[in-house]
């Protein structure tokens, strides 16, 4: 196999063109057109749910919608917090679980 | 230097081949290329992982839609050719960097649904040049064709040379080397002989005059 390349770049020749300005609406004109041909916005997003706490890092466990009522409900007659009923929760199953 | 956008919303149809024949060949014949990886998928990159780049290339990864126009830009200076490599689905991404082309290569299997669907492709960029109000040039190559013409081949390429769309010849044919390229990264020359390996080289060198040839004509007119 012969290393020679079978034809050469003339480096110098090929210069950068101008493609005109890409300001936000020149943009917006390239997007437009895009959409218009199905090419639309597919760009990662953010993860959806509620994001942890910045202080703690904690997030919300998510539970099925009676337990949510029930929960809510009994925090309210005793006045503390769901976060109190989560730790009395937490409490008795590391009991049961020798924790 | 030029900006070669390769472009098609159809996946599997050898746009990241197309990608790595066209930059190691335009290297090995002198020109300075910076390849741009713009598919999540990061085939170019996996490329460039295998072995050290061969002379004259770089390869610049994860550019994603917010940053293509500028990326492109800065790297379109005098000295380098910039060959993007994107995505294989209709995205914003790929309308941004269609913006930004000199030349646009659809690489296209030469099967009904790759036609249909790379042909969205051309659409667009036709929508593009009114909206910028520029020409845009754009040229299919179809790939991993094989010695013996399909009828479904003639037939799709007859139809697209109607429409005066450009059909860049030699297309690039069904080669183990080609694919190997993902395997031992490198170019043509610098791997264990895969197949045929004169054959390839051939093909993959015309390929890329061809494409030259394109690029020399725009800058004459």
Redesign the interface.
Known sequence: MSDKPAFSVNVGGLKSRSKGTATARDVEKIDRAGDAHGFVDRSPKKKRGRPASPRTGQVHAKVLPEYSEEIAAEATRRGVTQGVLIEEAWQLYRGKHGL | ???IVIAS?KGGAGKSTTAVLLGTE?A?????VTMLDCDPNGSVTLWSERAPLPPRIRVLSDV???GI??TI?TH????S?VIVDLEG????????AI??A?LVITPMRATTLDATIGV?AL??IG??E?????DIRHAVVFTMTRAIRSKQHTGIEESLKEQGVDIIEPALMERAAFSALFEFGGDL?GMPAQGR??GA??NA??F??AV?AR??A??AA
């Open positions: 230097m030029p900006v919303p335009l090995h014949a002198g020109a300075d994603g839609e917010a126009i500028k830009r379109d200076t005098d000295g050719v689905v209709a995205s914003r991404l790929v309308s941004r913006s930004q000199d969205r659409s667009l929508e593009e009114e909206a910028l109000g520029r020359r390996m004169e080289l051939q060198s015309e890329a005059q030259y690029l020399s725009e800058e």
